[in-house]
Each structure stands twice: as C-alpha cells, then as structure tokens.
T-cell receptor, first 114, second 110 residues
C-alpha cells in the first residue's frame, strides 16, 4: 500500500531532551516536507527536500533540523525541544521535486514538550 | 508572501444541502490545493487545480485565476463530509512551499 509513515504518533517529552520524528514513504517520491499545525495558525512548513541531499528551510525552521540521506526517509530532529514546539507535525511527499503536485500526508505526530 | 484567506471559518448545515467553501489568495499562483482533514487528524488531498474546474464524485473545485479565487462545492452533503477543509496555494519559483488557509470547519447534521 502506498503510504507515508511517521513515528512516533504521540510523544510527550521534556525541555532539552533531543528527539527525532521519523518519516518514510514507499512511493519513490522526490519531494518531502515537514509541517506543523497549531490552533489558529493552520499548517506551516518547517523544512522541505526536493531530492536526496537537497534540503531547504520553510517558513518556521528555527529549532529544527532535517536530513535526506535516502530518497524514502526524511527525519525531523529537535536538538533541544522547547514548549513552543508542542504541536501536531505532518510529513508529506509528492512525486516531483516541488509542492506543485498532489501531496501525500503522513498520519501526524502529536508532540508535547513539558 | 502569499496571503490565503478562507471563508467561512465554521459552517453547520443539514444533510443534503449544497455546500460552498471559498478561498482567496493575494499573489498569483501556479497551483491551488484543496485538502480534507478528518476528525481523527489525518489529511487527504482532494484536488490540485491550476485552472478551470475539477470534479470527483460529489465534490467540485473551481478556480478563477484572474480573480485569485477558488471554491470547493459539495453536492448532496452527508454527515461523513464533516471535516476541516483547507486550501493551500503554491506560488512556484524561488523558495518552494505551500501557503495554507486556516481551514473551514464543516459539520453536516443528519
């Protein structure tokens, strides 16, 4: 089944404890992206990748890192999480190297930073 | 930076009604996406439009490039259509990325 998977789905952590949210897609998509969704603010892009080893900042990249060593994986790293990173996170992918085409979303990761 | 506005923010209707959700944007775009977010949180892509009109089942999406406006219509609405509907604009060029509207929360009552 074609899908985007994220792990973990739920995470409660404490300030400063490094964490990684994994994202994997099995559709051989070039483009992958991370978004956060907050009440009243909607979805905002954190980082995106147009292909392997090509990543760039989105609208709200502060406090996050990403890497794209393989086409299928695009992990989101929070080196020192803070409470303002409490949010619902979505990974998405699409066929071509841009947001032009249909986006396929992962199920979301609900992160709480205490 | 593109500004994307959706209206209404909230909409409650009776089963069977014709629903219209509007999306306007401030800067010319290459594509406009309509997304559906289920009550459980998952997001599904409904349409990608660059011009004209698309139809899928009871859903119809239209876009007017000159007026910078798109609409999502639901015919014969059903309680299972209850969800948040989000439009997202892709401007292309330069920094990539989608600019999202804040969503329209739709409730269809039986």
């Amino acid at each position: 089944e074609a899908q985007v998977t994220q792990n973990p789905r739920y995470l409660i952590t404490v300030t400063g404890k490094k964490l990684t949210v994994t994202c994997s897609q099995n559709m051989n998509h070039e483009y992958m992206s991370w978004y956060r969704q907050d009440p009243g603010l909607g979805l905002r892009q954190i980082y995106y990748s147009m292909n392997v080893e090509v990543t760039d900042k989105g609208d709200v990249p502060e406090g996050y890192k990403v890497s794209r060593k393989e086409k299928r994986n695009f992990p989101l790293i929070l080196e020192s999480p803070s409470p303002n990173q409490t949010s619902l996170y979505f990974c998405a992918s699409s066929f071509s190297g841009s947001s032009y085409n249909e986006q396929f979303f992962g199920p979301g990761t609900r992160l709480t930073v205490l | 930076k593109n500004e994307v506005e959706q209206s209404p923010q909230n909409l409650t209707a009776q089963e069977g009604e014709f629903i219209t959700i509007n999306c306007s944007y401030s800067v010319g775009i290459s594509a406009l996406h309509w997304l559906q977010q289920h009550p459980g949180g998952g997001i599904v892509s409904l349409f990608m439009l660059s011009s004209g009109k698309k139809k899928h089942g009871r859903l119809i999406a239209t876009i007017n490039i000159q007026e910078k406006h798109s609409s999502l219509h639901i015919t014969a609405s059903h309680p299972r259509d209850s969800a948040v509907y989000i439009c997202a604009a892709y401007s292309g060029g330069g920094a990539d990325g989608l600019t999202f509207g804040k969503g329209t929360h739709l409730i269809i009552q039986p």
